[in-house]
Nanobody, 114 residues
Framework: QVTLVESGGGLVQPGGSLRLSCAASGTFISENYMGWYRQAPGKERELVAS???????NYADSVKGRFTISRDNFKNTVYLQMFSLKPEDTAIYFC????????WGQGTQVTVSS
C-alpha cells in the first residue's frame, strides 16, 4: 500500500517562499510519476507540477518560473519549492503517486496573505 505524507505548508506573505515535502512509502518515487496538485476553495483540483520516472518535469503555466519540483530518491521524498508566492497560490496542496487514479496524501494547507 502506497502512503504519502505531505508537510511544509503554512502561512506566508506575498512574495515569500515555502518548500513542501512528500514522503512516500510502499513505492519507489524514482519508478513512478509523482505530482503536486492543489485545490482552492470552490475550485477544481488542478495539477501544479509533475515529475516522471525519467526525470522530466512539467508545470502549470501559472507557476512556471516560480515553482520547482524535485525528488530525493535516497529519502524517497518529492519536494515542491515555491518562490514568489501570490495570494492566488492559496490552496490545499496534495501529493500524488501514479496519476489521478493512484495514491494521494492528506494535503497540506498553503495560505499566502499579508
Amino acid at each position: 500500500q502506497v502512503t504519502l505524507v505531505e508537510s511544509g505548508g503554512g502561512l506566508v506573505q506575498p512574495g515569500g517562499s515555502l518548500r513542501l515535502s512528500c514522503a512516500a512509502s510502499g513505492t519507489f518515487i524514482s519508478e513512478n510519476y509523482m505530482g503536486w496538485y492543489r485545490q482552492a476553495p470552490g475550485k477544481e483540483r488542478e495539477l501544479v507540477a509533475s515529475i516522471f520516472s525519467s526525470g522530466t518535469t512539467n508545470y502549470a503555466d501559472s507557476v512556471k518560473g516560480r515553482f520547482t519540483i524535485s525528488r530525493d530518491n535516497f529519502k524517497n521524498t518529492v519536494y515542491l519549492q515555491m518562490f514568489s508566492l501570490k495570494p492566488e497560490d492559496t490552496a490545499i496542496y496534495f501529493c500524488n503517486a501514479k496519476g489521478p487514479l493512484g495514491a494521494w496524501g492528506q494535503g497540506t494547507q498553503v495560505t499566502v496573505s499579508s
